[in-house]
């Protein structure tokens, strides 16, 4: 895989895990909150889902380093399935995430923008 392809990766890994810390450590804070969702109201029944989505985001993060780890390291089947995979699901995600709440466009524009220009560097 390209260099390009590597460089999105990680740049939606990072995106990926500071949001899953963000989430899970730091949503007490009125400015996280606002970042994260445009409104510094908190809702502590969705604690538990919070920290799923939090683990989710850590994870796929996690992941991607994990596949451009794989690539450096000369095992390409296996970082290429974890960056195409990944890439494809964080693409997913963010679709449906913009559908389902259009006013946090710009979440699913973080969520999807370098998981969709690493896998279409991919192809190239």
């Known amino acids: 895989m390209n260099l390009v392809t590597q460089v999105f990766a990680l740049i939606a890994a990072l995106i990926h895990i500071v949001v899953g810390v963000l989430e899970r450590f730091y949503y007490d804070r009125p400015a996280v909150r606002v970042f994260l969702t445009t409104s510094p109201a908190d809702a502590p029944e969705v604690t538990l889902w919070r920290s799923g989505v939090a683990v989710y985001n850590l994870l796929l993060g996690l992941g991607l380093i994990a596949g451009v780890i794989a690539l450096q390291t000369d095992d390409t089947t ?5 960056i195409v995979y990944l890439c494809a699901f964080l693409i997913a995600s963010a ?9 946090l466009w710009r979440g699913a524009l973080g969520q999807g923008l370098a998981p969709a220009v690493a896998l279409i560097a991919a192809l190239f």
């Open 78 to 82: 296996v970082g290429r399935a974890l």
């Open 95 to 103: 679709v449906v995430f913009v559908a389902s709440f259009p006013k």
